[in-house]
Each structure stands twice: as structure tokens, then as C-alpha cells.
């Protein structure tokens, strides 16, 4: 089946700096998704992407989708602390379909 | 909109038990996703329904889980009998095909002693 690598597994960071984390997969995607996952609640839905090539801003958020449509990023820029959580990556293919997610990047803004 | 609802929050039973999980999706949504999340395996797809069919139930571990989807409006996630394994988080997320935005529920914590 399609597998997802997301990078890095973890992230520390100091309050202020910009974060950048990335989901490269072995197959094609016609849809990329990143979602945050606060603790003991479900993931949340923060960017959805299209198009390869597009580029996506929500806030301080920006995410891109990879030419080849095998990649996707995910940057944050000027970090807060309640942008602590798990960043997961997902791709999809179809509308109702189901969509793979990658394993997470958790990380830690220290104030 | 509520949103997403799942019950229990948390459960905590014995080996051998039956373990029932529910989900509420939100109205008008007419894909229903359950998820499980470890750990070790993090987030895993095991079933989704759409319009109240089961389309891809190639994740479901094996044969002591089973999920059913009787309307529109419920759907049971069942374990018979459950193992410490089994321990996990188990999510319910909803969408509909425009947006196609999927949400998620809550969660519930199951604990298998």
C-alpha cells in the first residue's frame, strides 16, 4: 500500500522560531491534508491542498504541494506555545476516500 | 453542530471482555472513518463506511473487531473478546464530499487489562 514518511519524527524549538516539516510518499497523491492533533483530543484539520504546485497560507501557517505530487511541507513561522501538538501529514486520492496518514512530527515550543 | 461524538471517553475493562465503541457522525456527512492510535503504529485507518456501506474494512485487525453502521446517524465499533493489544485510542471522523473535510471526534481511550 501507499506509505507516507513524515520528517522530522520530533522538533524542540525555542518560542519565536520558524518550524518546517515535510511528508514525502513512494506514490501519487491527488489530494494533501495536514492536520494537528492537540493532546487528548482529535486531529484538526489546518490546510487541505489541490493542486501540485499550490501553495496554501492559513495564518502562520503555510503548506505546498509537490510538483511531483509525491511531496508536501508544512512551515510555521514565528512559533508560539500553543502550536505544540502532533503535526500529521495525509494524502489522498479520491473524495470519499480514505486518506494515509503519515506517523506525526510532535513538537515542543519552549517559552 | 456538535460535531463529532464519541462514547464512552474512556473505557477500561478485562481480557475477554466485550468492548462496544459509538459514534455519532455529524448530520449530512455521508462518510464515516474509525480509526485506531498507538503509539507504536500511530494513526491506522481499520474501516469507513460511505452512505452506510462498509467500502475498505482491509485495516480491521482481525476477526474479534467488527464495525457496523445501521443509519446515517450511528456507528458501533465492536471487540469481542478484547486484549490487552488492543489498547489504543480509538477516533470516529465524518466528511461529506464538499467540503471534503474530515472530522474528528473526540476519541475514546480503551485500556484492556
Known amino acids: 500500500g501507499q506509505q507516507l514518511n513524515q520528517s522530522p519524527q520530533s522538533m524542540f524549538i525555542q518560542e519565536g522560531e520558524d518550524v518546517s516539516m515535510n511528508c514525502t510518499s513512494s506514490s501519487i497523491f491527488n489530494t494533501w491534508l495536514w492536520y494537528k492533533q492537540d493532546p487528548g483530543e482529535g486531529p484538526v484539520l489546518l490546510i487541505a491542498l489541490y493542486k501540485a504546485g499550490e501553495l496554501t497560507s492559513n495564518g502562520r501557517l503555510t503548506a505546498q504541494f509537490g510538483i511531483t505530487r509525491k511531496d508536501s511541507f508544512l512551515n510555521i513561522s514565528a512559533s508560539i506555545p500553543s502550536d505544540v501538538g502532533i503535526y500529521f501529514c495525509?494524502?489522498?486520492?479520491?473524495?470519499?476516500?480514505?486518506?494515509?496518514f503519515g506517523d506525526g512530527t510532535t513538537l515542543t515550543v519552549k517559552p | 453542530d456538535a460535531g463529532v461524538i464519541q462514547s464512552p471517553r474512556h473505557e477500561v475493562t478485562e481480557m475477554g471482555q466485550e468492548v462496544t465503541l459509538r459514534c455519532k457522525p455529524i448530520s449530512g456527512h455521508n462518510s464515516l472513518f474509525w480509526y485506531r492510535q498507538t503509539m507504536m503504529r500511530g494513526l491506522e485507518l481499520l474501516i469507513y463506511?460511505?452512505?452506510?456501506?462498509?467500502?475498505?474494512d482491509s485495516g480491521m485487525p482481525e476477526d474479534r473487531f467488527s464495525a457496523k453502521m445501521p443509519n446515517a446517524s450511528f456507528s458501533t465499533l465492536k471487540i469481542q473478546p478484547s486484549e490487552p493489544r488492543d489498547s489504543a485510542v480509538y477516533f470516529c471522523?465524518?466528511?461529506?464530499?464538499?467540503?471534503?473535510?474530515?472530522?474528528f471526534g473526540p476519541g475514546t481511550r480503551l485500556t484492556v487489562l
Open positions: 463506511f460511505n452512505n452506510n456501506v462498509p467500502i475498505d
Open positions: 471522523a465524518s466528511q461529506n464530499l464538499s467540503p471534503d473535510t474530515q472530522y
Open positions: 495525509a494524502g489522498r486520492n479520491t473524495n470519499a476516500g480514505k486518506s494515509t
